[in-house]
Nanobody
Framework: QVHLAESGGGSVRPGGSLRLSCVVS????????MGWFRQAPGKEREGFAT????????TYADDVKGRFTISQDNAKSTLYLQMNSLKPEDTAMYYC?????????????????WGQGTQVTVSS
């Protein structure tokens, strides 16, 4: 069984930065694809970044590319999301997710394990 726990959310002004963390508990963490998702009220859950924990291969959605960076520290079994140049449109609940094996589509149904989420609010 894999357990995920996000932290680091909060409230920031437009243009600010936040760093989210997701601690991964379980076996063979290096063989998992990890993803970051977000969901605003009334909207679909959006997968915007993935990383394969073993070789650090990454993918990004166009709306976060250049602003957000996904990374990992296998020694600490932790996934990170560095968010810069935050916009009000980034306001959402942010979730980390995991699935065994290589990364596939950034779709909710593809991932097997989920954290409880951490709120990010960007407002002036």
């Amino acid at each position: 069984q894999v357990h995920l726990a996000e932290s680091g959310g909060g409230s920031v002004r437009p243009g600010g930065s936040l760093r989210l963390s997701c601690v991964v508990s379980g076996y063979a963490v290096r063989r998992y694809c990890m993803g970051w998702f977000r969901q605003a009220p009334g909207k679909e859950r959006e997968g915007f970044a993935t990383i394969f924990m073993d070789d650090t291969t990454t993918t990004y959605a166009d709306d976060v590319k250049g602003r957000f960076t996904i990374s990992q520290d296998n020694a600490k079994s932790t996934l990170y999301l560095q968010m810069n140049s935050l916009k009000p449109e980034d306001t959402a609940m942010y979730y980390c997710a995991a699935v065994w094996g290589r990364c596939g589509p950034r779709r909710e149904s593809y991932f097997s394990y989920w954290g409880q989420g951490t709120q990010v609010t960007v407002s002036s």
